[in-house]
């Protein structure tokens, strides 16, 4: 069983940066591929990034690469989301994911966060 809190949410101005964190419980942590992903209102959850169990892979939906870098330290139980050049329409609740399969953790992940809000005034 995996339980993922996320934080690091907020307000913002355009071009500006946050850092998401996602502290994670559980055994199985160390063993698991963890991703982010959005939602915004009114529309669906879409995918933002994913890692590997080791931090040895990363994907990026392509509207964040270059700007959103995802890692993590396995010894802290956290993973990140660095958010750099942001934008108004990057605001959404950004949540937390994992998987034990790298594929499904970019699309149907078994464990969710709650969401940390992110919000980019222009």
């Known amino acids: 069983q995996v339980q993922l809190v996320e934080s690091g949410g907020g307000l913002v101005q355009a071009g500006g940066s946050l850092r998401l964190s996602c502290a994670a419980s559980g055994r199985l942590f160390k063993n698991v591929p963890m991703g982010w992903f959005r939602q915004a209102p009114g529309k669906g959850r879409e995918f933002v990034a994913a890692?590997?169990?080791?931090?040895?892979?990363?994907y990026y939906a392509d509207s964040m690469k270059g700007r959103f870098t995802i890692s993590r330290d396995n010894a802290r139980n956290t993973v990140y989301l660095q958010m750099n050049s942001l934008k108004p329409e990057d605001a959404a609740v950004y949540y937390c994911?994992?998987?034990?399969?790298?594929?499904?953790?970019?699309?149907?992940?078994?464990?969710w966060g709650q969401g940390t809000q992110v919000t980019v005034s222009s």
């Open positions: 994911a994992a998987d034990p399969a790298l594929g499904k953790v970019t699309s149907t992940p078994s464990y």
């Open positions: 890692i590997g169990s080791n931090g040895g892979i990363t």
